[in-house]
């Protein structure tokens, strides 16, 4: 079993930035898909971003293309998000997300929470006007 820890997350005004992480343990890392999802109150859980097993291919929401990005270092077991030009509707808690089994998988696979059985506990960001 693989344990998630995020950090990272705060309070900004719109336009900046932040540096979300989530540190992996428990269980190899090497192989597996990530992907960070978010939930805002009173909204559904949604897709940000994600990494295929070595990094080599990226996903993201339509709502965060050209100013989110995610990578992922594999030596230490730790993916990031770097969250840039935010904006309010960025608010919400973010989740790191590990899928339920190593391998390459279509882009379809990465926008669904279905897919990924460990997830961390959340770190809230919070992006004021």
């Known amino acids: 079993q693989v344990r998630l820890v995020e950090s990272g997350g705060g309070s900004v005004q719109a336009g900046g930035s932040l540096r979300l992480s989530c540190a992996a343990s428990?269980?190899?890392?090497?192989?597996?898909?990530m992907a960070w999802f978010r939930q805002a109150p009173g909204k559904e859980r949604e897709f940000v971003a994600a990494s295929s097993r070595g990094g080599g291919s990226t996903y993201y929401a339509d709502s965060v293309k050209g100013r989110f990005t995610t990578s992922r270092d594999n030596a230490k077991n730790t993916v990031y998000l770097q969250m840039n030009s935010l904006k309010p509707e960025d608010t919400a808690l973010y989740y790191c997300?590990?899928?339920?089994?190593?391998?390459?998988?279509?882009?379809?696979?990465?926008?669904?929470?279905?897919?990924?059985?460990?997830w961390g506990q959340g770190t809230q960001v919070t992006v004021s006007s």
């Open positions: 997300a590990q899928g339920r089994a190593p391998g390459y998988y279509s882009s379809s696979y990465y926008y669904s929470a279905t897919n990924f059985g460990s």
């Open positions: 428990g269980r190899t890392f090497v192989g597996y898909p």
